[in-house]
């Protein structure tokens, strides 16, 4: 039986190419031998390749386990920058930024 997702959503995909023009913002250059002429070719191919690997056993792969790790690194160092962004660049007294982060600390209460 097919695992249900607990958080009640459900989530499409799809694969398409687009010509790279200088106001594309999204997904990953192909390689020069993708061309107008195959695209669909290998839009089809990667669908059914992609069904082939999109399966829950997949999750408990070493390598889906390092992208699961590196995504949780990623989102750390984001809302340490986030967090960094936040505090006073200082005051004029030495320690005042260090002063800042010890009070504001979630491990001491007082936030």
Request: with cysteine; glycine share 4%; proline share 6%.
């Amino acid at each position: 039986m097919e695992q249900r997702n607990p958080q009640h959503k459900s989530f499409l995909w799809h694969i398409d190419f687009e010509p790279f023009t200088w106001h594309t913002f999204y997904g990953e250059q192909c390689p020069p031998f993708v061309i107008e002429e195959n695209k669909e070719a290998w839009r089809r191919y990667l669908t059914k390749v992609i069904k082939k690997h999109l399966k829950a056993e997949v999750m408990n792969t070493p390598e889906f386990r390092d992208i699961e790790l590196q995504i949780r690194e990623e989102k750390l160092l984001r809302l340490h920058w986030s967090v960094m962004a936040q505090m006073p660049t200082g005051t004029g007294r030495r320690g005042s930024v260090l002063e800042y982060a010890y009070w504001h600390s979630p491990i001491n209460g007082l936030c």
